[in-house]
């Protein structure tokens, strides 16, 4: 059920946006982690209505991901604390993208397991954004994560990041050649924040005759907030804003959550605005099942004044009262075709293969589960992008030996620790919901004997709201015969302080080589 709210302008999993203006069109990216392809772009000619045209890294020779596995980290039974798992993923970190002299630029970190012991910092580039051709990445030596842009007026190049280690890192800056990735300076700490865990996603704006450094601390979650300071000379001092931060819902009980790793921009009107993440937190029970999204806000950045930014809303009001509203006709996000599917890390992309109508997916069954991040796992899927909507497939049953195990369906899938499977199992002859949360000691099977022979159709669907995901099925190609109602699962067991969101796809595993399962009509709303 396609919302008509403006935020989250992208929903679903979709943190971390950086955002730049280029020819009269928005675009901006998005972290990824784990996700093959990464860093997707996203375009949009009035901020409202947005199109995913690609992705940055889009081949897997540019780089891998194999290492980009989960960690739980201890419970935070602190005073005060969430009593709660944060789970950290590896893979590619918040992005920036930038643009000069008819080249736009995305740098980024991919962080490897063990995770924060290694960081590869990089840069990729392209001539034609609209391609979807983007270059091999140029790497570059820094010791930290949200590496970020700015181009000076007298055509010098600075990189600035959050530097290692935490939780008290800092903002350091260097003079970098984007061609080569090498330092042109030393490295120098410029600002270390206002006292919150973590400062990280610097943005260095220029205006006015000031340099701004804009950025995020206390943490992703309930402690997020935007602060801001600045400077006459790049390399500081800079004096923080007396009133910081200039943005948070910490110690609030908005709708809206954990605001905070902004990017300010202005449009073609000179207006001021801001994209950050941010969760919906459901008030009764306090899911998100969403995760980390991407929301718009109005902003105000008048001469020789420091930057401000309204609380985020769903329907975001500017500053002359009159209330942002999505042109008729036009809807929240769009995709070109295919470019949204995403697999698992380093994924074998052979054993995941389309029709000539894209109708029908083939998937070789992988030996590796969801369950486990050191092996290749077959699964293809789609960001979920409704809070209230559904997704499904229908599969082709195969006369397959018990020695297989083979197992075969649709999964929700957040990382290795966090899933639901919903499958047919062939040597069971049996169909399974299989709910796991390893952070919050969470598993749980529902299972009903099922025969089914060779060339039957069983159809998966899964319907989902704020609170819950309702599990169904139905045998045979009649689609006039009723769905069968098989389990439910509360959207608590998938929600917890982490890094990514959900992912909804299919999946294929067994213990023999070479098995084939064939796919129709995949859809995530």
Not at 377 to 392: P, S, W
């Amino acid at each position: 059920m396609p919302s008509t709210d403006i935020n989250p302008i992208i929903p679903g999993f979709a943190p971390d946006p950086s955002i730049v203006l280029i020819d009269g069109t928005f675009f901006l990216v998005n972290s990824t982690f784990h996700l093959f392809p990464g860093l997707p772009i996203y375009a949009s000619k009035d901020l409202l209505s947005w199109k995913h045209i690609g992705n940055a890294i889009n081949r897997q020779e540019q780089l891998s991901l194999a290492k980009s596995g989960t960690t739980i980290w201890p419970r935070d039974d602190s005073p005060g604390g969430t009593g709660d798992c944060m789970l950290a993923t590896g893979g590619l970190y918040a992005p920036t993208i930038r643009h000069r002299d008819g080249i736009t630029y995305v740098v980024c970190t991919n962080i490897l397991q063990p995770l924060f012991d290694v960081k590869e910092n990089f840069i990729v580039s392209t001539t034609d954004i609209w391609s979807n051709s983007w270059s091999d990445p140029v790497y570059f030596d820094f010791d930290g994560i949200d590496p970020s842009i700015f181009f000076d007026d007298d055509g010098r190049v600075y990189m600035k990041g959050s530097a290692a280690p935490g939780p008290m890192t800092k903002i350091n800056m260097f003079e970098i050649d984007l061609k080569t990735g090498k330092k042109l300076t030393d490295e120098k700490t410029i600002w270390e924040g206002t006292g919150g865990i973590y400062p990280e996603g610097p943005h260095l704006y220029k205006k006015d005759g000031w340099y701004y450094v804009m950025i995020s601390e206390g943490g992703t979650h309930e402690n997020h907030m935007i602060t801001v300071a600045r400077s006459k000379d790049i390399w500081g001092p800079y004096d923080a804003f007396e009133k910081n931060p200039i943005l948070t819902a910490r110690g609030t009980d908005e709708y809206i959550r954990y605001t905070g790793h902004c990017d300010m921009f202005q449009d073609q009107q000179g207006n001021w605005w801001g994209v950050c993440l941010a969760v919906r937190k459901e008030k009764a029970t306090g899911s998100y099942i969403m995760g980390r999204e991407t929301f718009l806000t109005t902003g105000k950045w008048d001469e020789g004044e420091w930057p401000s930014l309204n609380q985020v809303r769903l329907n975001p009001i500017l500053d002359n009262g009159t209330l942002l509203v999505r042109a008729e006709g036009n809807v929240r996000l769009t995709s070109q075709p295919s470019v949204d599917y995403v697999y698992i890390r380093d994924a074998i992309l052979d054993h995941h293969r389309f029709s000539d109508d894209a109708e029908t997916i083939t998937l070789t069954a992988s030996e590796g589960d969801i369950s486990q991040w050191q092996e290749p796992v077959t699964f293809i899927g789609k960001r979920q992008r409704e809070l209230q909507g559904g997704a499904g497939a229908s599969m082709e049953v195969i006369s397959t030996p018990a020695s297989s195990y083979l197992k075969a369906g649709l999964a929700y899938y957040k990382d290795e620790h966090r899933f639901i499977k919903f499958f047919y199992d062939f040597s069971a002859s049996s169909i399974v919901v299989e709910t796991v949360n390893k952070a919050k000691e969470i598993s749980k099977t529902s299972k009903v004997d099922l025969q089914l022979k060779e060339g039957d159709l069983i159809s998966f669907r899964v319907e989902y709201t704020e609170t819950k995901y309702n599990f169904s099925y139905r045998v045979g190609t009649d689609e006039k015969v009723a769905w069968i109602s098989f389990t439910s699962v509360d959207a608590l067991d998938m929600t917890g302080p982490d890094f990514v969101g959900p992912v909804i796809g299919i999946f294929a595993t067994s213990r023999v080589p070479d098995v084939q399962v064939q796919f129709k009509n995949l859809a995530v709303e």
